[in-house]
């Protein structure tokens, strides 16, 4: 069983940046596949970022250039480093971590854009 947890979350004026954090339990943290994922009002939750276990990144269209996910296997921690915010990127952002079969999901932290 891992756990993971989210922060880094809050409101931000448009053009800022915000810094995501998901700390995970567990020791063997380098074998997990991590990702972000978000979920605007009223709308399905949409993926965001990936980052496999060789620290290979992929990123969806609409953050490429702007999100850069990293992780750090000594701190068991990946992170979601967003600059050039705009209003369309307010939601709720969730950590996702995976392997094999098993699949997890964090409680998700808030992320507020004013424009």
């Known amino acids: 069983q891992v756990q993971l947890v989210e922060s880094g979350g809050g409101l931000v004026q448009a053009g800022g940046s915000l810094r995501l954090s998901c700390a995970a339990s567990?020791?063997?943290?380098?074998?997990?596949?991590m990702g972000w994922y978000r979920q605007a009002p009223g709308k399905q939750r949409e993926w965001v970022a990936t980052?496999?276990?060789?620290?290979?990144?992929n990123y969806a269209d609409s953050v490429k250039g702007r999100f850069t996910i990293s992780r750090d296997n000594a701190k068991n921690t990946v992170y979601l480093q967003m600059n050039s915010l705009n209003a369309e990127d307010t939601g709720v952002y969730y950590c996702?971590?995976?392997?094999?079969?098993?699949?997890?999901w964090g409680q998700g932290t808030q992320v507020t854009v004013s424009s």
């Open positions: 980052i496999n276990t060789g620290g290979i990144t």
């Open positions: 996702r971590a995976w392997v094999s079969v098993r699949n997890y």
């Open positions: 567990g020791n063997i943290f380098s074998a997990y596949g």
